[in-house]
């Protein structure tokens, strides 16, 4: 009878044990799966590859309205243009040219248009030698004022190059001055940058990330060495007492924080 | 026991009726407390074929061992994702050195790169894998400890500060490569580390042994928008991992040695990124290498000799 009373007993104690675990498993005391919350999808934009700006050779391809490239819509051929200046001497932009932007060099020192329009011909472009450039061959103007730039295009230094580095494998793309730039005001302007990473972290404490820096996910990692050493505590000596008390002191922090969010 | 029960006297059923029925609660009881104990391993998500399982080591196999996985592996994804991928097993070019470029002069900090870089290697959306870490560092310095890559302002590039994208060095002499006990990490001839995903026991030595935080590991089941993956897959590349795997950046081995450019480079709107074969002299960045102030290689103290170069203009 002892013997029986003894063997229910013990098989009570391990039900029990199996049943607090199950138990602890149902209600997900040991932290369970918590589901992690679905990133936003990036915006399409951001994975488009066309430039900042589209050259004349990009609306006809895309046909969208290239009327304000048609310059003899409005003006007269073979007339000269002349400039008109206010009283204190400074040019006017027509009215109808309001969509340039002016701002070619530091202190607005190119922005006078025969710099590079030709003041006779519109379809043309007139670099400082006298010579004349069709509009399609503007790459040559840019380079009559920015050499070295033009030198590193001309390499494929500068500029995207895209479609095939191995250029026995297929075709290769290199873009032209104006696909990027807007030669009225080639400095970039400012955009929006795309999303910041979400880090596991992050998400864990629902948003709150402002102190989130570089090592988010190694802090992770550093997370559950913790756990794994906190287990292997009763085989350590005693020397080294300090790391699983350390161990604690890190394990202590998400237990916090679970509580908090309870 | 069992004797016990036979033996008892009609007087004593009772109370051994009651034992009986006690034992067999206990161990009904214990049945299920043990099998709901078992949970997590019912939770174990995508369980190994046995043809997975018993796969070979990357090197050893033959042509038709490969064929045989790639196709395991289309209609893996085809079952998971819908569609069928074509997936290929590009093997490094004779007389190919890859070598990458970046202008921090023209890296203007949008994070297009990031995200192309998502989209074409399959990376998990939500938990995030990402690649490429753009760092917002103020002008003048180059103190990663003071970099941010949180940064959200309306419009970049900021006024004072310079962008400088990380993502895998692709080392000449790689440390991750050096900690791996299994061998699933190596570098191959044209300069690529490379992981095969099938091999990875997930122990992340090679995480750790990253100075460039390159590495990325899989703690949970990747995500992919069906709609949003990408069918051009190469084993050692871009084709779907699974949990519990390491992955990285691998010059997007299914593009370059293809002979194309890798997405981050395609996507760059400042043309700051620069790739190619260092051991074509014509080439764009042996041209870099050869007339541009290269200033680093990142950590270069560490020896770990980079095969991405950062460079200035002017």
């Known amino acids: 009878m002892t013997d029986s009373r003894l063997e229910s007993k013990v098989s009570a104690a391990i039900v029990a044990v199996f049943a607090l675990l199950a138990a602890g498993f149902a209600l997900e005391l040991f932290g369970g799966y918590r589901p992690l919350p679905e990133n936003p999808l990036v915006d399409p934009s951001f994975l488009e590859t066309k430039t900042w700006r589209a050259s004349y050779a990009d609306k006809v391809a895309a046909e969208e309205e290239v009327f304000e490239y048609d310059c003899y819509f409005c003006h007269e051929e073979k007339k000269k243009l002349e400039l008109t200046f206010d009283d204190k001497g400074a040019w006017v932009r027509p009215e109808e040219h309001e969509n340039i932007k002016m701002g070619h060099g530091t202190h607005g020192r190119n922005n006078n248009c025969f710099n590079c329009h030709d003041q006779e011909n519109m379809v043309l472009l007139q670099p400082r030698d006298g010579t004349t450039i069709e509009m399609q061959d503007s790459s040559r103007l840019c380079g009559s004022c920015h050499g070295p730039t033009q030198r590193d295009w001309q390499a494929g230094i500068h500029g995207r190059t895209s479609g095939h580095w191995d250029r026995e494998k297929g075709e290769f793309q290199r873009l032209n001055c104006v696909n990027c730039h807007d030669p009225h005001s080639p400095q970039f302007p400012g955009r929006a940058p795309a999303p910041p990473p979400n880090y596991l972290r992050k998400v864990g404490k629902q948003g709150s990330h402002q102190d989130v820096e570089e090592g988010a996910e190694q802090a992770e990692e550093s997370e559950e060495e913790a756990e794994s050493s906190d287990e292997a505590e009763p085989e350590m000596d005693d020397s080294e007492e300090s790391k699983p008390e350390a161990a604690d002191a890190e394990k202590s922090e998400p237990e916090a924080e679970k509580g908090k969010d309870e | ?314």
């Open chain 2, 1 to 314: 026991m069992s004797e016990q029960t036979e033996t008892t006297t009609p007087e004593a059923a009772d109370p051994m009726k009651r034992r009986s029925f006690l034992r067999a609660a206990t161990a009904g009881a214990g049945m299920a407390a043990l099998a709901a104990s078992l949970k997590p391993l019912l939770e174990m998500e995508d369980p190994p074929s046995m043809e997975r399982f018993l796969q070979k080591y990357y090197k050893e196999m033959t042509p038709e061992d490969m064929k045989k996985v790639l196709t395991r592996i289309e209609n893996e994804v085809e079952k998971e994702y819908g569609k069928r991928p074509h997936v290929r097993d590009l093997k490094p070019m004779d007389g190919v050195q890859f070598v990458y470029c970046l202008n921090l002069t023209r890296c203007i900090g949008c994070r297009k790169c990031v995200h192309a870089c998502v989209a074409e290697n399959n990376q998990s959306r939500s938990p995030e894998i990402q690649y490429i870490r753009v760092l917002k560092m103020p002008h003048g310095s180059l103190d990663m400890e003071k970099a941010d890559h949180d940064y959200t302002p309306d419009q970049v590039p900021e006024e004072g500060y310079f962008y400088m994208p990380v993502q895998c060095q692709q080392c000449e002499n790689p440390a991750c490569v050096k900690v791996c006990p299994v061998n699933a990490t190596w570098q191959e001839s044209d300069g690529i580390t490379v992981i095969d995903y099938d091999w990875c026991i997930g122990c992340r030595y090679c995480a750790a042994a990253c100075p460039y935080f390159a590495r990325r590991f899989n703690f949970a089941k990747p995500s992919i928008p069906k709609d949003r993956i990408n069918l051009d897959m190469a084993y050692l590349g871009n084709r779907p991992r699974r949990m519990g795997v390491m992955e990285k950046c691998h010059f997007c081995i299914q593009r370059t040695r293809a002979g194309r450019y890798p997405a981050c480079l395609e996507v760059c709107p400042a043309g700051a990124r620069k790739f190619g074969n260092v051991l074509d002299p014509e080439s764009e960045v042996a041209k870099i290498l050869a007339t541009k102030r290269v200033f680093i290689q990142l950590k270069e103290e560490l020896g770990t000799m980079p095969r991405f170069f950062y460079y200035f203009d002017v």
